[in-house]
């Protein structure tokens, strides 16, 4: 007998949790002496007010929903990747290269390419941890940790010593020839007639992102080999009993999870920077866990949490343009969404369950 | 490169070595006890920003220490709640928890100070000084002399050297972890609370039925590592030459203390020359010049930084001799089934 209806699960849960970690960001922005409400409308009016903000909130949810759909793939695995950050940096290295030692005659052509490279080395990052969880048992936890700060030293490396043009002094690479520039929400939107924020860094890899959702969702749902991943996530045992090879869906997994978290370079290092930078990735990486843990590792629910996170980004940056509430406030909020959301699930829902039981019995 | 080059190496590994170690003993007897913690980094930043905070108020360094142990207490309850009381995922919570650290650090320190996310800088009795052990050459004698100190000291004896330089002038935290280790294996392996604390990370149904609180024992080691975690937070921004907190000032330590605890296998001493080791790396990146004469050419910093982390992959992959954690690691215990 189930405990609960289904949309409860799906929606009240994460909802109360919503709420709870909104309350508490509340009463954090109430104790820095400022007005909550004023806040939010104030984020409001930045992030969704102008198509300028929307740009910018749609660039931001480009990236997390990158990273979100990565940790959702693997946590349908049963598997925690906390490595999405370094994956996304490996994937910057793909983009970088590809983009710079490649003569493309035209944008579209790059960005098949660019999400290639990007995804190969994203995917290459995840693989090691990956083949170290399914042969020799190191939990992957762990070594994904280690590879985001081994990740960053390499890239540091890379940057400073090798990809570094010459006479500059910035550890960045050179500038991607204009060739590889992809056209912003601007571009595409102005030939219909639609006028949308030429300053703005939201671009064509937002549609990319999109794809890549209901892609994630058509193999996790629908294909074989999605039903294997489900399948061992729920019951290693299980699955092993079936004939489903843990090795295999470890890596397939992983594999796919990095993929996607390498992704992400198309947005912020192709579409924006257009070169690669140190720290490109600013935390984007860790960003999707919260997504993926509000989005139930659904990708519509990955959308949908990581339109918010890209509302909660760029309206928490005008906050800190317009108040003295510093950018970290969004990291809090982050915090909370992940600790009321992932860690303290139960914390919502044994009263829940308690609740629709009571209700059930008093009907029967 | 001289003895005293070395000396002085060695003098800045220990110091360094000193929040590693305190971070990954408050990880050992978590982990021991079955609950995983990569809040580490979190507890000690949270930590740091409130003993710095606290003693630049009070004027006071052992308030601050106070606060700072406090701080990193309530971020390891809300840990126990989510993992224990809650039965939560407790590699999720440790992630909030550096999130919530990272946040709120900079948030009040903004609020407080004004200064973008520092403390003012800590002087006199706001922070830990050095400790001149009696018969070691320290800047008294200098000053006694009327001559610079490294000048004293070169002239000196080795001896002389290594005592004055490496086991005198180092903060009294510094002594209190080096002798906490000997108290953690005897605690650990030496006591009914440590047996049991560590029965209860490999089989917490044996430890039940036995009669012996499972929520206790965990809540019990949970508290223990919040502590440590403060006072290792309180050594890096209130203990000499740190004076007063930075954003994001743990820097990764947390996660270091991590790499090491698994790198020692779980087990004390070894956490301790893991800890050296470590601490060894960080002393070496700060001098390029001794490491350059060491290995005879010239290592780039950045890859000597992330040595830690990739001997520890090393370690996890069972390459070296395997690191297997403590059985029931990361599962939250349900009493009926």
Redesign the interface.
Known sequence: MEKMPKWADIILIPLISLILAALLSAL?IL???EDPIEAVKLMVSGALGSTYGWGYTLYYATNFLFTGLAVAVAFHARM?N?GGEGQAMLGGLGVALICLYIPWPHWSLALLGAAAGAAVFGAAWAA?PAY?QAK????I???T???N??A???L??VL??LLRPDGSMDPATARFPTTVHLPTLHDILAPLGISFSKAAPANVSFLVAVAACFIVWLLIWRTRLGYEIRAYGHSEQGARYAGISPVKITMIAMLISGALAGMMATNNVMGEAERLVLNSTEGAG?IG?AVA?MGRSHPFGVFLAALLFGFLYQGGAELALWT???R?????????V??FT??????VR?PLEKLFMALRKRKA | MDFLTLIQVLDSTVRMATPLLLACLAGLYSERAGIFDIGLEGKMLAAAFFSAAVAAITGSVWMGLLAGVGASLILSGLHGLASVTFRGNQLISGVAINFLAAGLTVLIAQDWFHQGGRTPSLDGAARFGAIELPFAIGPADAEAAGRPLSQLLAEASPLQQFYSELISGQVILVYLTFLFVPLTAWILFGTRFGLRLRAVGENPAAVDTAGVSVTGLRYAAVAICGILCGVAGAQLATAEPAAGFIKDMSAGRGFIALAALIFAKWRPWHAMWACLLFGLFQALELRPDVLEAMVGLKVQAQLLGALPYVMTVVILAGFVGKAVPPKAGGEPYVKER
């Open positions: 954090v104790a820095t002496g925690f906390i090691i170290l020799r048992g190191s939990h936890v762990i070594t940790i280690m590879f700060f081994i960053a030293a390499l540091n490396y400073v010593n860790f866990i843990l003295k509430i510093p970290e406030l969004i990291v809090v909020i982050q915090a909370l992940i600790l992932g860690a303290l699930d139960n914390m044994m």
